[in-house]
């Protein structure tokens, strides 16, 4: 398994250009190319353990989301690229709109990935959730009190609330599927209700909110629930808590990583091979302990500290929305100076 900086793997894109000289040599057959905008040490393992299980070399390189798939489409037919992966349906949603990933027929991605957590056409699928919690702090904060994303807008939690960037696309999914819901007029009345109970301006991480949270600078939040998870398993005592919303309504808000296959994958077959291996309990098992999320694949042990937090249900509602109404949802929080 290789990280390739973009210099290197321009190189290689010349080396192997697939107009030159027909057929890839077979060296290259062994081997998977991924674009991936996932942090080195949450997925060299995964790949580590997919080359051992196949023999196949997975050469990757990262960056943010949106300059790998500008860079996918710029390359067109002649991208070394076999894979895309990265993190909210938001953005596999415009890496489809982008005509860069093809759609995949697979029985075992059917199989394993809910319907929900996948493209209707099969552009992209799930790999991993991620739940999108109330957080709290438990001596400041009955979670008797709360029930819904939409309650952090009531007047009892004015300059109690702490709220990540707008910028960030968790939050816009959030919109978006609060948009799909309670319709445009509503759910701008929620957000802007967010907006008057901040305490201090939003952060730019949810680590950094969750941390307010603790410190007493506000009592709840929203928030990634794997980023708590990596603070109460550095401490087990860490003074914020979890509550699921929306359980008697949509359910709580869930997003994914995920990943497609290059609509010009060179080597589609390796493409299907690691995509199909990732959602695999194997693999499965690595992403619930690897960055606290939840697995896509039922039957999946969890991380003991995720575990704890207990069931809930989740929102039934095909992720692609997220990515269709995430325009609007910017512009809603543009409108009610969420910023």
């Not at 027909?22 to 991936?36: D, H, I, M």
Request: proline content about 6%.
């Amino acid at each position: 398994m290789r990280l390739l900086s973009c210099v290197g793997l321009s190189l290689l894109l010349v080396a192997c250009d697939r107009n030159d000289s027909g057929p890839l040599p077979p060296e290259a057959e062994s081997r998977v190319v991924v674009y991936t905008s996932r942090q080195s040490h949450l997925i060299e393992p995964l790949f580590e353990r997919f080359t051992e299980s196949t023999g196949i070399q997975v050469d990757y390189i990262t960056d943010s989301e949106a300059p790998l798939i500008e860079r996918l489409a710029a390359e067109g037919d002649r991208t070394q690229a076999d894979v895309f992966m990265t993190v909210d349906a938001g953005n596999l949603w415009f890496a489809t709109q982008r005509e860069v990933l093809q759609p995949l027929d697979s029985s075992a991605l059917a199989e394993a990935v809910p319907e929900n957590l996948r493209d209707p056409d099969g552009h992209w699928f799930g790999l991993s959730i991620r739940a999108r919690a109330i957080v709290y702090h438990p001596d400041r904060v009955d979670p008797e009190e709360l029930s819904t994303y939409q309650a952090l807008a009531d007047e009892k939690w004015d300059d109690r609330l702490c709220l990540r960037t707008s910028r960030k696309v968790y939050n816009q999914s959030l919109v978006a599927m609060l948009i799909e819901h309670l319709g445009t007029e509503e759910a701008e009345q929620v957000v802007s209700g967010w907006v008057d109970n901040l305490a201090v301006p939003p952060f730019s991480s949810d680590t950094q909110m969750i941390q307010a949270v603790g410190a007493g600078r506000c009592d709840v939040g929203i928030a990634n629930s794997y980023y708590l998870g990596r603070l109460q398993r550095d401490d087990e005592d860490y003074p914020v808590a979890i509550y699921w919303p929306n359980q008697e309504t949509s359910g709580v808000h869930v997003n994914i990583s995920g990943a497609g296959m290059t609509r010009h994958a060179p080597r589609p077959g390796n493409a299907r091979k690691l995509i199909e291996w990732l959602a695999s309990e194997a693999a499965q098992e690595e992403f619930a302990s690897l960055n606290m999320e939840y697995p896509v694949l039922d039957g999946v042990e969890l991380d003991p500290v995720v575990a704890a937090w207990g069931e809930f249900r989740h929102d039934p509602t095909n992720l692609a929305v997220a990515g269709e109404r995430q325009s609007e949802a910017v512009r809603l929080m543009d409108r009610v100076g969420y910023r």
